[in-house]
């Protein structure tokens, strides 16, 4: 049963890579100017002073145009830090200064703040590969975002950030897999 839910990811994954590398330049543009207006709107809506973000690869809906609103707003932006036992440290980046990371993803740099960091922060914001209808979130496969979540006493909403074709019906579960509140795709907030 675990190996076909783990297959059944496996091909979901490549076709969800597939469709972003697909993406044309100015279907990414339209896209990160949705991404932005509303992650900007998310955080004055939950008045949130302070928030987890990822830095995004290439392939991932683009986080910087949001990352530096939320600077110049004076937020507390906290962003991770891969680590070899599969937890995040976090760091407050000034979004100028990446190093690749251990999964090849970009990483601020910065002061090692340690996994519990983020329980001080308002809102998390994270990566997702797709978000189902019931607000379960599947990753990229690293379980990174997986082990935080479910580690946290007390969590503060979370949204996932994924495209519009993204948001499916169904998503296949693990026992580990984390659910959020909520997603933000370029057109539109979803809170569950």
């Avoid at 797709?130 to 007390?154: C, H, I, N, P, Q």
Wanted: hydrophobic share 40%; charged share 25%.
């Amino acid at each position: 049963m675990d190996s076909d839910i783990a297959h059944h990811k496996r091909a979901l994954r490549a076709e969800l890579r597939e469709r972003r590398q697909n993406l044309t330049s100015r279907e990414r543009e339209a896209a990160t100017a949705g991404f932005t207006e509303n992650l900007q709107s998310l955080v004055i809506d939950l008045s949130a002073r302070s928030l987890a973000c990822y830095l995004s690869a290439r392939s991932e809906p683009n986080t910087r145009p949001f990352l530096n609103w939320a600077q110049t707003q004076g937020l507390r932006v906290l962003l991770p830090i891969s680590r070899d036992d599969g937890l995040l440290d976090w760091t407050v980046g000034d979004n100028e200064e990446e190093i690749e990371g251990l999964s090849g993803v970009p990483e601020a740099v910065g002061e090692l703040l340690g996994p519990i960091a983020i329980n001080d922060v308002d809102l998390i914001i994270v990566p997702a590969a797709a978000v189902d209808a019931s607000g379960l979130r599947m990753g990229w496969g690293r379980g990174y975002f997986d082990k935080t979540l479910g580690s946290m006493e007390k969590c503060p909403p979370v949204y996932a950030v994924v495209f519009d074709n993204e948001y499916l019906e169904k998503v296949p579960r693990e026992v580990h897999d984390q659910p959020v509140n909520g997603l933000v795709t370029p057109t539109r907030i979803i809170a569950f």
